[in-house]
């Protein structure tokens, strides 16, 4: 019988003498959206970040240091289990910092984590929902999958939720991605697909403070690794296609504990208002490219517009009906671009609901 690749990618490493297990240490690259990764061996299985090794990588083959000056530190900070790999093998999200431990500017996470152990926030468990839309392309042609080269499909309509060989595009990719979230322990909670043909979405959430953000980063992870698997490329873009096409977002619901308890319609409208205050902080913190999006066409509000609504898709924040009929619940800030930084938006809501005083 001869041996396949496959069977030694799929080795189980239960059977080695030493029970070593395989360590992927990943972190946010120079650009803000580059994930990187690699590996490393540990003697045994490890359940707690802070039991991780810290570790370094070169920094100036990924816009993050001077080459003079290129060791940056990868401090592990939340562990999930491996898909590829499985077994005991585990995927760490990092953070990044510099040798004498200060965080590098590219590091968002260590300021969030600052907002969120606050006793003000912390005290208000802060509920984080994430629905992350992205579009799969050809490869070769960067041209969203399903759409004939240098062309266009029909207009949108049938697509958002679509099923059939000529309305939806990737599900493999999509199912694909929503068993290995399941398999690594994130809180992923579905998936559809979106408006625009080649177009997907899914949600990341319930998740608590830090938690949400740590969690969407592994599932892009484990979605670029799977696309990569796949030979198809996933965009981020929050406008991959101009014209009368939707664009791609990151709507953020958000709850604290005084929302979600009676009387909670007060505090969320006290909440909104301080969001409107602070429209343009947000908006310059919610992803690049996002005035390609931000119309005020394709179910967005006009970037320099805020305004709210009950079940108002064309709004800036959005409030479900189930949540003005029980008087209590979340809302969905609907700004965020599919690329923003979800260590920056969740923390950003937080600091200004819960700790800003206008």
Known sequence: MSLLLTDLINLNLS?????????????????????????????????????????NYDGSSTNQAPGQDSEVILYPQSIFKDPFRRGNNILVMCDTYTPAGEPIPTNKRNAAAKIFSHPDVA???????????YTLLQKDVQWPLGWPVGGYPGPQGPYYCGIGADKAWG????????????????NISGINGEV??????????????????????IARYILERITELAGVVVSFDPKPIQGDWNGAGAHTNYSTKSMRKEGGYEVIKKAIEKLGLRHKEHIAAYGEGNERRLTGRHETADINTFKWGVADRGASIRVGRDTYKEGKGYFEDRRPASNMDPYVVTSMI???????KP
């Not at 005290?123 to 839309?133: H, L, N």
């Not at 937080?350 to 800003?356: D, G, I, K, R």
């Open 171 to 186: 599900r493999d990719v999509v199912d694909a991605h929503y068993k290995a979230c399941l398999y690594a322990g994130i």
């Open 123 to 133: 005290a208000e468990e802060p509920w984080y929902g994430i629905e992350q839309e």
């Open 350 to 356: 937080a600091e200004t609901t819960l700790l800003w």
């Open 15 to 55: 059977d080695c003498p030493d029970k070593a297990i395989i360590a992927e240490y990943i972190w946010v690259g120079g650009n803000g959206m580059d994930l990187r990764s690699k590996a490393r061996t540990l003697s045994g299985p490890v359940t707690d970040p802070s039991k991780l090794p810290k570790w």
């Open 196 to 217: 625009m043909p080649g177009q997907w979405e899914f949600q990341v959430g319930p998740s608590i403070g830090i938690s949400a953000a740590d969690e969407l980063w």
